[in-house]
């Protein structure tokens, strides 16, 4: 495929502005020279058809639910309702200025106010922000809470348990906010050890932060001893929400002995996920930590709606205005549209597609944990065949049509496959995809070679990983960049 450059024709133009009357060097002069560019700006010069033409041939080449299955393990990357896309763009919601005056977004504050009462009622949990931009921001939220509790009643916590099985953006986020992280070990059913545990409880502990289920797919059926033992010494407990679709509606954070929660509305409520945004990690959380929620909160007063600073004990604000809200927007369309029996059903297809691809894979591929599954489970590449690793697996994957699952992760499992159905792909899907993963396990033995130099039919080829984290261009001069896209 060649590059936009290769296109550009010396004086052809994509749109063309209006006679102003004026000449060049006139308009020229009309901006200050502190503001003149000393060279004019590298860019193409196409048609409009060229143009379209040449973005519309490279949207082509990319992959996402729209194209095709997706099963990105503990990412949720699952297809979305359009209608909630043609809700997110209606002029009165995608033309709000954030400078607007509160009685000239009364609809707007009853959007977000509305979708709060939802989750809270789904988390069982009082209190909620919807401030958090995603996910990871919802942990480092949750972490201020927790910090400021403590400094509010006079304690110096320093630590925060974290289970192997965790999401890495939990271990981050508590050294961010300045915890000392301590690592907890699984014991053999993939769940937490209870002695390990209980042997790193002390009062430098603020608390634990657990992802439910966690990475292996696996609920902790010990939860609230977890919890328990965790609030007996003094802690805080920290739910991960980004697996919510295993349990949604079926399962409150709040009732497991929860005291912050982080949704992900871009995996669970219905906006696309991926491609670096939009999302949202609203954060809800026990009463013990209404107190220190983050400002301004939306209250509901008779018919109208405000935003309150009222909170002297406040985080402060953790995003500019009120977060990514046509995020809200969709997710709040996505629970009126499905309701309770609508969000049941969500979790049960998660479960259901699952479990089925873990049956239908298990006697191909080690299972390292072989027992009944949330939303997801993880499979190993170890001992498929001879020099083969999950890395060969997932590059054959594309060749087979497939978006590779999550490889490597979680740590605990050794050339791990990890893979989610989610629960908006139909049977057929789910069986395409696992007769191309015990065809790709036949050719490891049969005939390797496919594997190693996998994948054969995209625009480019296997790429060298290694390099690319040992030796990263971060950046280049404009020139070497353009003559490094010609030759490759």
């Known amino acids: 495929m060649t590059t936009i450059y290769e296109r550009s024709v010396p004086g052809r133009r994509a749109t063309a502005l209006a006679n102003l009357g004026r000449s060049e060097q006139e308009v020229l002069q009309a901006?200050?020279?502190?503001?003149?560019?000393?060279?004019?700006?590298?860019?193409?010069?196409?048609?409009?058809?060229?143009?379209?033409r040449h973005y519309t041939a490279l949207s082509r080449l990319n992959y996402g639910v729209d194209t095709g299955f997706y099963p990105l393990g503990s990412?949720?990357?699952?297809?979305?309702p359009k209608l909630h896309e043609d809700l997110a763009r209606l002029p009165g919601f995608a033309h709000l200025h954030p400078l607007l005056e509160e009685e000239e977004v009364q609809g707007a504050l009853a959007v977000l106010w509305e979708l709060g009462q939802y989750l809270k009622s789904l988390a069982g949990m009082p209190g909620v922000s919807l401030q958090p931009a995603a996910g990871a921001h919802g942990e480092l939220t949750g972490l201020l809470l927790f910090k400021r509790?403590?400094?509010?009643?006079?304690?110096?916590?320093?630590?925060?348990l974290l289970p192997d099985s965790a999401h890495g953006t939990n271990p981050a986020s508590?050294?961010?906010i300045g915890f000392q992280v301590v690592s907890i070990s699984s014991n053999a059913r993939g769940t937490v050890d209870l002695e390990a545990l209980q042997r790193a409880l002390s009062p430098e502990v603020a608390g634990i932060m657990m992802t439910v289920p966690n990475t292996l797919g696996i609920f902790e059926q010990d939860i609230l001893e977890i919890t328990e033992r965790v609030h007996k010494a003094g802690g805080l407990c920290y739910f991960d929400g980004a697996n919510l679709n295993a349990y949604v509606g079926r399962a409150r954070p709040g009732d497991m002995g929860a005291d912050v929660f982080h949704f992900n509305l871009h995996k669970t409520f219905s906006t696309p996920h991926g491609g670096g945004g939009p999302g949202a990690g609203p954060v809800a959380v026990s009463q013990r930590l209404v107190p220190y929620l983050p400002v301004p909160e939306v209250v509901r007063e008779g018919e109208r709606?405000?935003?309150?600073?009222?909170?002297?004990?406040?985080?402060g604000q953790v995003h500019p205005f009120f977060g990514n809200f046509l995020?809200?927007?969709?997710a709040l369309a996505y629970v009126l549209l499905l309701g309770d029996e609508g969000l049941r059903?969500?979790?049960?297809g998660a479960v259901l597609a699952a479990n089925y691809l873990k049956e239908r894979l298990k006697g191909t591929y080690r299972l390292p944990y072989d027992r009944m599954c949330m939303h997801e489970f993880v499979l190993s590449g170890e001992g498929l065949a001879e020099g083969i690793r999950t890395m060969d697996i997932a590059k054959r994957l594309i060749d087979y049509g497939f978006h590779p699952p999550t490889v490597y992760f979680p740590l605990i499992v050794k050339e791990a496959l990890m893979i989610e159905p989610t629960e908006t792909e139909p049977k057929e899907v789910l069986d395409a995809f696992a007769e191309a993963l015990i065809k790709i396990a036949q050719e490891a033995k049969e005939s390797p070679h496919l594997l190693k130099e996998a994948p054969h039919g995209?625009?480019?080829?296997?790429?060298?990983?290694?390099?690319?984290?040992?030796?990263?261009?971060?950046?280049m001069p404009w020139e070497q960049a353009r003559e490094d896209v010609k030759c490759g």
């Not at 020279?33 to 048609?47: D, F, I, K, W």
Request: glycine share 2%; hydrophobic share 35%; net charge positive.
């Open 31 to 52: 901006v200050p020279g502190e503001l003149r560019r000393r060279t004019p700006p590298r860019l193409p010069e196409v048609s409009q058809p060229e143009l379209v």
């Open 75 to 80: 990412c949720t990357m699952k297809y979305n």
């Open 149 to 160: 509790y403590f400094e509010d009643r006079g304690e110096v916590r320093t630590k925060i």
């Open 174 to 176: 508590a050294a961010m």
């Open 305 to 315: 709606f405000r935003l309150s600073w009222d909170k002297p004990k406040s985080i």
């Open 327 to 330: 995020v809200a927007v969709r």
């Open 345 to 348: 059903e969500v979790s049960a």
């Open 458 to 475: 995209t625009p480019v080829r296997r790429l060298d990983e290694v390099r690319a984290v040992r030796q990263p261009v971060l950046r």
